[in-house]
């Protein structure tokens, strides 16, 4: 794989793993906004329709109260127009309260559905109930009966009252064991989000991180084995070979290091038998051969030098080639003349 692949993959991971996170953020969001959703749309508006229902009610069982005691009270000059009207006044009231409480009543019936299941049916023959009730105490009422029917028709309308708030709060008590249910849900939600995100960051940061770290050492180790192996050719050696165990941008410049490490063996060794067999023929020349710096030092000398000057070899390399000669001065402007002839300003020169 080559380098740049490897790089993009860890790049690569590093966004899966982004993405991951912010996967598992939106799924916590979700499942909290579908919770609050829940509660806003059903909880809280059976909430609000049991208040009204229960206010309702309790408005008809005050007008009928306060109807029953303004036809029960008789003034001594007679009712005069200000009773009247007062009495008027709650028929209204309790009209109206009774058209509100069968709305509330329907408005319940309508919107408290769990499921398949709709308003509790004790619920609703309370209210139905209730308004029986307050229609009978009325009729008593206005019927001017005696004191045994209106305080038998009064205990049954506030029976009837204490049945119908009984069954409003079961109602409402249900409903808010479905908030506190749902409110649950809703932290649990949020808990559960939280730790996902926490599991999901630190699973997916550590995955990019430990593959980045891989790559990032691998491709480290094996720029230091190159370095290395650079470090020893230029110190000398020529048995160095790096391994080349990729197909990526690297390990083509370790096949080219290899290559270059062979074919400079190959050349010192051509350097080698070139210079051995030169050598050699300076060795056997018959003629006297002196390889001289141009600083006039010798350098090197053959066998028929040593013979000539009877002097070894060991002798005689190191030494100053005016030396040789009986007129030193000679020696020198010799040595400079062919220095000059061969265009030569350092290096060596035989003689």
């Given at each position: ?7 993009l993959l ?8 982004t993405v ?17 959703y ?16 229960r206010?309702a009610?309790l408005?008809i069982?005050?007008s009928?109260?306060?109807y029953?005691f303004l ?6 000059g ?10 008027e ?7 109206q ?6 709305s ?6 309508r ?5 398949e299941?709709?308003m ?10 209730l ?16 004191t ?15 049945t ?5 709060n079961?109602?409402?008590?249900r ?11 809703t ?12 599991v ?21 180790r094996r ?5 290395e192996?650079?470090a020893a ?14 197909r990526?941008?690297?390990?083509a410049?370790?096949?080219?290091f ?5 074919r400079?063996?190959a ?5 080698d038998?070139?210079?051995r ?9 018959p ?11 010798i ?14 070899k060991?002798?005689?390399?190191g ?14 402007i010799?040595?400079r003349?062919?220095c ?12």
């Amino acid at each position: 794989m080559q380098l740049w692949l490897k790089l993009l993959l860890s790049y690569l991971v590093i966004i899966c793993a982004t993405v991951l996170i912010s996967i598992g953020g939106i799924s916590g969001a979700q499942k909290v906004r579908d919770s609050f959703y829940k509660v806003n749309k059903e909880v809280i508006p059976h909430l609000l329709a049991l208040k009204d229902l229960r206010y309702a009610g309790l408005r008809i069982v005050s007008s009928s109260m306060e109807y029953a005691f303004l036809t029960s009270v008789h003034p001594a000059g007679g009712e005069g127009k200000k009773e009247l009207e007062a009495k008027e006044e709650e028929v209204r009231l309790l009209a109206q309260g009774r058209t509100s409480f069968l709305s509330s009543l329907d408005l319940c019936t309508r919107v408290l559905v769990h499921g398949e299941e709709r308003m509790p049916a004790a619920l609703e023959l309370a209210g139905q109930s209730l308004l029986k009730g307050s229609q009978d105490y009325i009729a008593v009422v206005d019927a001017g009966g005696g004191t045994a029917r209106l305080i038998e028709a009064k205990e049954r309308f506030e029976n009837a009252e204490k049945t119908f708030l009984e069954a409003v709060n079961v109602a409402h008590d249900r409903e808010m064991a479905d908030l506190h249910r749902h409110v649950a849900g809703t932290l649990q939600s949020v808990s559960s989000a939280i730790v996902s995100s926490v599991v999901l960051s630190i699973v997916a940061l550590t995955a990019a991180l430990l593959l980045s770290v891989a790559i990032s050492l691998k491709v480290s180790r094996r720029i230091r084995t190159l370095k290395e192996a650079a470090a020893a050719v230029a110190a000398g050696k020529r048995d160095v070979a790096v391994p080349v165990t990729e197909r990526d941008e690297i390990a083509a410049v370790s096949a080219s290091f290899n290559t270059m490490v062979q074919r400079l063996r190959a050349f010192e060794e051509e350097l080698d038998s070139a210079n051995r067999y030169l050598d050699s023929i300076i060795a056997t020349m018959p003629e006297a051969l002196t390889v001289v710096s141009c600083e006039g030092g010798i350098l090197d000398v053959n066998r028929a030098t040593e013979e000539v000057f009877g002097f070894a070899k060991k002798d005689l390399v190191g030494r100053d080639f005016s030396g040789l000669f009986v007129d030193f001065d000679q020696g020198t402007i010799s040595s400079r003349r062919c220095c000059a002839r061969k265009g030569w300003s350092n290096g060596r020169r035989a003689f």
